[in-house]
């Protein structure tokens, strides 16, 4: 966890495709001058709340290109300054509300390639993106899924669209009866070969 203790005025960081797993708490707590981190191209999954505590002056943060699914809601608490971000190319289905909310001086967002999945757990999300339209660099974000909403910009999505009708809670479906396969005994398996 001391790592870069000592590094008090390290202004940029260069991480990026060093097969990064985790990101311990505090693990740039005394590199409160940093306003460069590089983190793509690793294999982070998660964002935890104190994964950014002590960069109050970062400014650009990318993390593009790891297996990122979730950011901790508080995560940027730690480092409001973030102007560019890119959170493209991971694995995230949506964001927790409120998760940008600090980032009020952010001017560049890169957020494709992601597995938006739009039902109402992402409303906050689309919501954002389209009052920050303006910020998104490159390309618009789109749904993965599911059905029909596949394709579509997130910028365009509201509350009919994700929260109501047959698309709300698709994240969480489960079959309503388990069949397990490996059961069926070997008169069972001649029966349902004899049925036309």
Known sequence: ???????????????????????????????????????????????????????????????????????????????????????????????????????????????????WHCDCHILYLALWVSDNNNKLWDSQPSCRGPGELGGKLLKTMRFQHLCDGQWASMINLAPRVKVKHNELKIEDKDELQDKP
């Open 1 to 115: 966890m001391d790592t870069f203790q000592d590094l008090t005025e390290l202004r940029e960081l260069n991480l990026g495709q060093n097969y990064l797993l985790d990101l311990p708490d505090g693990l740039f707590l005394h590199n409160t001058k940093l306003e460069k981190l590089i983190l793509y191209s690793n294999s982070l999954v998660e964002f935890r709340e104190k994964s950014l505590m002590g960069l109050e002056n970062l400014t650009t943060l990318l993390i593009n290109n790891n297996l990122l699914e979730s950011i901790h809601p508080d995560a940027f608490l730690y480092a409001p300054n973030i102007e560019k971000l890119h959170l493209d190319s991971n694995k995230f289905r949506y964001l927790q509300p409120n998760t940008l909310d600090p980032l009020k001086n952010i001017t560049s967002i890169k957020m494709t390639k992601n597995q």
